[in-house]
T-cell receptor, first 114, second 111 residues
Framework: KAGVTQTPRYLIKTRGQQVTLSCSPI?????VSWYQQTPGQGLQFLFE???????NKGNFPGRFSGRQFSNSRSEMNVSTLELGDSALYLC?????????????FGSGTQLSVL | LAKTTQPISMDSYEGQEVNITCSHN???????ITWYQQFPSQGPRFIIQ???TKVTNEVASLFIPADRKSSTLSLPRVSLSDTAVYYCLVGFKAAGNKLTFGGGTRVLVKP
């Protein structure tokens, strides 16, 4: 079974731009959750999507948004990029909704904002 | 405040047992504790999950005392390949199911 696939692997943007990251979950998994990982703040939960609806959201500004498609694939969008948005963005899929499900993570998208 | 706290780092030697403790004072009755392992340039990988008392699988054990305010991940007989960062995760239902990771414990296994 293929794992969680995130694209692109690396991304360089400048301040003020927007970016869209993609996540393909494991086949059959219906929940996709997103996380930001930085050396200073560690791993932080962004949001969870299940059945094409955002079910849960972490403490991030509205510039961070996402969506989920009918095939469970998910995208995350960050608008008006700031230098502090430079991070590794991870997505994880699970059979059903978090928080007590086993999460399967992708390798992440490394975003650099210049 | 939903928070998980774990030591920043610890060193060990091959063949020894490594125990990492995570504090989660505001855990609720139905909140689970999960541990993940992360290598550089990879996403975290599931190790073990527990709810109470003790859980054991082929790679680790998880000990949860009766008050559930902390939990301990035990890695028996570590090898060099166990050098990684270990995260505890609690999904605090009282905080709206917001998944809260500990800061991660960097484990270095020496030969």
């Amino acid at each position: 079974k293929a794992g969680v696939t995130q694209t692109p692997r690396y991304l360089i943007k400048t301040r003020g731009q927007q970016v869209t990251l993609s996540c393909s979950p494991i086949s059959g998994h219906r929940s996709v959750s997103w996380y930001q990982q930085t050396p200073g703040q560690g791993l932080q939960f962004l949001f969870e999507y299940f059945s094409e609806t955002q079910r849960n959201k972490g403490n991030f500004p509205g510039r961070f948004s996402g969506r989920q498609f009918s095939n469970s694939r998910s995208e995350m969008n960050v608008s008006t990029l700031e230098l502090g948005d430079s991070a590794l963005y991870l997505c994880a899929s699970s059979l059903t909704r978090v928080p007590n499900e086993k999460l399967f993570f992708g390798s992440g998208t490394q975003l650099s904002v210049l | 405040l939903a928070k998980t706290t774990q030591p920043i780092s610890m060193d060990s030697y091959e063949g020894q047992e490594v125990n990492i403790t995570c504090s989660h004072n505001n855990i609720a009755t139905n909140d689970y504790i999960t541990w993940y392992q992360q290598f550089p340039s990879q996403g975290p990988r599931f190790i073990i999950q527990g709810y109470k008392t003790k859980v054991t699988n082929e790679v680790a054990s998880l000990f949860i005392p009766a008050d559930r305010k902390s939990s301990t991940l035990s890695l028996p007989r570590v090898s060099l390949s166990d050098t990684a960062v270990y995260y505890c995760l609690v999904g605090f239902k009282a905080a709206g199911n917001k998944l809260t990771f500990g800061g991660g414990t960097r484990v270095l296994v020496k030969p």
